[in-house]
């Protein structure tokens, strides 16, 4: 597939990564006016560009770009939002890969901070958290709240990334209205977290198959070697291949050395003096 | 013997930090013939191992402590009668 990456000004002069094929008319991506699925006033719209995150090419690269445009969309198309970010939950923590405003990296990095708030929340439980925090009753996230205060944050949406079985992490939308999230931006945040969680989970998928690739292009390469070392001791000692395997695990033991160097170590002796 | 074939393959997998699939690439890697799910069998304790296929999967935990400070923490089939 063919897939340019243009860069387009759009009504409110940000500069805004768009993804799209080769042969496409410029893209609008304004959707701000429009509902979710409606066409924009001067293109295409958010129906395309969906079609178009599902059907990216994944290397590191789009994937950045997806998560880019992910939160870029929110942003234009959940019509209360004051501030988007995106939060990434890896093995070594949570962190915010892309925010629109400053105000949400801040607002996210509390919570990671004091592992606990909406977007953590939302991801762990795999649920959709929408919170006035005026009309919230609960005394829950006292950091947060507080950091939101400050910041004039007076609702938050956060959506989790799911796709299959797998939470990679939230989509989180923030707005200074009270009360700010009705049913249509609940489910216009959602459409596009499913969007950018299916792109991360092929994303993981490629990387796993790639490095189960090179193990076992790996693990190739030491059994022929293995084979090769067996086979000189099976003719050396008259022996049979479980034999062989049994001397040069001894010598493994003896050495302290991984089977693979030990068993290296005599082909190079075979190698290096040839016959005659 | 006090454990089991099971539980020393188990208990060394955990100690050694490796998957089970991991633990099949590292005994195809020194010559195991044995399959992933024969390997996981061997694991849960529902199949036996031949002595000889035994101390292969033995070895592929052994060469993941070698650099560690244990040396070859895993018995071969000899030193458990088996």
Same mark, same amino acid.
């Given at each position: 597939?063919?897939?340019?990456?243009?860069?387009?000004?759009?009504?409110?002069?940000?500069?805004?990564?768009?993804?799209?094929?080769?042969?496409?008319?410029?893209?609008?991506?304004?959707?701000?006016?429009?509902?979710?699925?409606?066409?924009?006033?001067?293109?295409?719209?958010?129906?395309?560009?969906?079609?178009?995150?599902?059907?990216?090419?994944?290397?590191?690269?789009?994937?950045?770009?997806?998560?880019?445009?992910?939160?870029?969309?929110?942003?234009?198309?959940?019509?209360? &939002?004051? %501030? $988007?970010?995106?939060?990434? !939950?890896?093995?070594?923590? @949570?962190?915010?890969? *892309? +925010?629109?405003?400053?105000? /949400?990296?801040?607002?996210?990095?509390?919570?990671?901070?004091?592992?606990?708030?909406?977007?953590?929340?939302?991801?762990?439980?795999?649920?959709?958290?929408?919170?006035?925090?005026?009309?919230?009753?609960?005394?829950?996230?006292?950091?947060?709240?507080?950091?939101?205060?400050?910041?004039?944050?007076?609702?938050?949406?956060?959506?989790?990334?799911?796709?299959?079985?797998?939470?990679?992490?939230?989509?989180?939308?923030?707005?200074?209205?009270?009360?700010?999230?009705?049913?249509?931006?609940?489910?216009?945040?959602?459409?596009?977290?499913?969007? &950018?969680? %299916? $792109?991360?989970?092929?994303? !993981?998928?490629?990387?796993? @198959?790639?490095?189960? *690739? +090179?193990?076992?292009?790996? /693990?190739?390469?030491?059994?022929?070697?293995?084979?090769?070392?067996?086979?000189?001791?099976?003719?050396?000692?008259?022996?049979?291949?479980?034999?062989?395997?049994?001397?040069?695990?001894?010598?493994?033991?003896?050495?302290?050395?991984?089977?693979?160097?030990?068993?290296?170590?005599?082909?190079?002796?075979?190698?290096?003096?040839?016959?005659? | 013997?006090?454990?089991?074939?099971?539980?020393?393959?188990?208990?060394?997998?955990?100690?050694?930090?490796?998957?089970?699939?991991?633990?099949?690439?590292?005994?195809?890697?020194?010559?195991?013939?044995?399959?992933?799910?024969?390997?996981?069998?061997?694991?849960?304790?529902?199949?036996?191992?031949?002595?000889?296929?035994?101390?292969?999967?033995?070895?592929?935990?052994?060469?993941?402590?070698?650099?560690?400070?244990?040396?070859?923490?895993?018995?071969?089939?000899?030193?458990?009668?088996?």
């Amino acid at each position: 597939m063919l897939a340019l990456t243009t860069t387009v000004k759009t009504r409110r002069e940000s500069t805004f990564v768009c993804v799209h094929s080769a042969g496409t008319e410029r893209s609008g991506l304004d959707c701000r006016s429009g509902h979710p699925m409606a066409p924009a006033d001067d293109g295409p719209g958010l129906a395309l560009v969906l079609l178009q995150m599902g059907g990216l090419l994944l290397s590191d690269l789009t994937v950045d770009t997806v998560l880019e445009l992910a939160t870029e969309i929110t942003e234009r198309t959940v019509r209360s &939002a004051s %501030a $988007v970010s995106l939060t990434l !939950v890896r093995e070594d923590g @949570a962190q915010t890969p *892309n +925010a629109s405003e400053p105000v /949400a990296r801040d607002l996210d990095e509390v919570q990671y901070k004091e592992d606990e708030g909406p977007c953590l929340e939302a991801y762990a439980e795999r649920a959709v958290v929408n919170v006035s925090l005026a009309d919230d009753r609960s005394q829950r996230w006292p950091a947060f709240r507080d950091a939101a205060e400050a910041h004039g944050i007076r609702s938050i949406l956060s959506v989790p990334l799911v796709a299959g079985d797998r939470a990679f992490g939230a989509l989180n939308v923030y707005s200074r209205e009270p009360a700010a999230f009705d049913g249509i931006e609940v489910a216009t945040a959602s459409l596009l977290a499913a969007q &950018a969680a %299916a $792109v991360l989970a092929n994303a !993981v998928a490629f990387a796993d @198959a790639s490095a189960l *690739n +090179a193990q076992l292009r790996d /693990a190739l390469e030491s059994r022929d070697l293995i084979g090769q070392a067996k086979g000189i001791l099976m003719e050396r000692e008259s022996c049979d291949a479980e034999a062989a395997f049994t001397i040069l695990r001894r010598a493994s033991q003896r050495t302290n050395r991984k089977l693979r160097e030990v068993a290296a170590e005599l082909v190079a002796t075979v190698v290096e003096r040839p016959v005659g | 013997m006090t454990a089991t074939v099971s539980e020393i393959l188990q208990a060394g997998r955990r100690q050694a930090g490796v998957t089970s699939q991991e633990l099949w690439i590292r005994y195809y890697a020194i010559g195991g013939g044995s399959s992933p799910e024969t390997i996981d069998a061997y694991l849960d304790g529902s199949v036996v191992p031949r002595p000889a296929d035994y101390d292969v999967v033995a070895q592929a935990l052994n060469d993941a402590f070698v650099g560690e400070d244990a040396d070859h923490p895993i018995p071969y089939a000899e030193d458990i009668g088996l």
